[in-house]
C-alpha cells in the first residue's frame, strides 16, 4: 500500500492534480528499517458538514473528475481496481460465510455478481475518495490524499464510492449534486451509474459503523437496484 501511494503522488505530480508531493520514499526499509514514504502537507480541512451546500458536493464530483482525465494502463503498483477500497471485499466475505448477511444484500450480490460494467479504457482512480479523504478551503477542493488504494479503472470505482459516501454522511439527495459536478467537469455523461452505486453499496460491512448509516446503505443500494 506505501508503494501504491507512492506511485499514486508520482502520477499526479506528472499530471499536476491537486495531490500532496512526494518528498522521498525508502520502499526496501534500507534507511527507515520499515517501507517509508515522506509527502507534504496539504493545506485546508478535511471536516464535513452535516448540512452540506450543493456546491460543494458539485466541487466533490468534479474534483474526482479531474483525476479521471488521465487514461493509464495497469503497472505493478497501480493495478485495475474493479471496486473501491480493494484491500477490502465484504461481499466475498457474505459469500464466504464470514460475516453475516441480509436478504438485500444477497439478493444485489446475486444480481451484481452477473454483470459487468460497460468496457472501456481504464484511467488513474484514487480508490478510496471519501469526505476524510478530501481537504477543502471554502467550497474549493484543495487535494485529495491518502493514496494507498490507487490503481486504474472505471471512474465509476470513484464516482459510485463518493456518492455513496455523501448518502450516508448527508441524505439521499446528495449523491445527485456529485454525480452533475462530476458530469459538468468531465463533459460527458457517467456510465454505469447504478451498477457502481452497488459495488461500492456491497463494499460495506453488514452492519456499519455508525449504526445509522446501515438504513442509509439499505435506501442507496434499493435505489441503485431499482435502476439496473
Known amino acids: 500500500m506505501i508503494a501504491t501511494n507512492v506511485a499514486a503522488l508520482l502520477t499526479a505530480d506528472r499530471h499536476s492534480l491537486p495531490a500532496p508531493?512526494?518528498?522521498?520514499a525508502d520502499l526496501g526499509g534500507r534507511t527507515a528499517g520499515v517501507p517509508a514514504s515522506v509527502e507534504t502537507t496539504v493545506p485546508g480541512s478535511s471536516a464535513w458538514p452535516a448540512r452540506l451546500g450543493v456546491d460543494r458536493l458539485?466541487?466533490?464530483?468534479?474534483?474526482?473528475?479531474?483525476?479521471?482525465?488521465?487514461?493509464?494502463?495497469?503497472?505493478?503498483?497501480?493495478?485495475?481496481?474493479?471496486?473501491?477500497?480493494?484491500?477490502?471485499?465484504?461481499?466475498?466475505?457474505?459469500?464466504?460465510?464470514?460475516?453475516?448477511?441480509?436478504?438485500?444484500?444477497?439478493?444485489?450480490?446475486?444480481?451484481?455478481?452477473?454483470?459487468?460494467?460497460?468496457?472501456?479504457?481504464?484511467?488513474?482512480?484514487?480508490?478510496d475518495v471519501w469526505p476524510g479523504n478530501m481537504t477543502w478551503s471554502?467550497?474549493?477542493?484543495?487535494?485529495?490524499?491518502?493514496?494507498k488504494t490507487a490503481g486504474v479503472g472505471s471512474p465509476g470505482v470513484d464516482l459510485g464510492e463518493l456518492r455513496k459516501q455523501v448518502a450516508l454522511a448527508n441524505g439521499e439527495d446528495a449523491p445527485r449534486y456529485v454525480l452533475e459536478g462530476w458530469e459538468r467537469s468531465s463533459g460527458t455523461r457517467a456510465a454505469d451509474v447504478a451498477y457502481w452505486d452497488a459495488v461500492a453499496a456491497l463494499n460495506t460491512p453488514t452492519e456499519c459503523d455508525p449504526t445509522a448509516h446501515t438504513s442509509r446503505r439499505d435506501k442507496f443500494l434499493r435505489a441503485a437496484l431499482a435502476r439496473l
Do not use: K, Y
Not at 508531493?21 to 522521498?24: F, P, V
Not at 458539485?58 to 477500497?85: D, M, N
Not at 484491500?87 to 457474505?94: G, L, P, S, T
Open 21 to 24: 508531493r512526494l518528498l522521498g
Open 58 to 127: 458539485r466541487a466533490a464530483g468534479a474534483a474526482i473528475a479531474r483525476i479521471h482525465r488521465i487514461p493509464l494502463a495497469p503497472s505493478g503498483h497501480l493495478p485495475v481496481r474493479t471496486r473501491p477500497i480493494a484491500v477490502d471485499d465484504f461481499a466475498r466475505e457474505r459469500r464466504l460465510g464470514n460475516m453475516p448477511t441480509t436478504p438485500l444484500l444477497q439478493r444485489a450480490d446475486a444480481l451484481i455478481h452477473g454483470l459487468r460494467a460497460t468496457p472501456g479504457p481504464t484511467v488513474f482512480v484514487h480508490g
Open 138 to 147: 471554502g467550497s474549493d477542493c484543495r487535494a485529495l490524499i491518502d493514496w
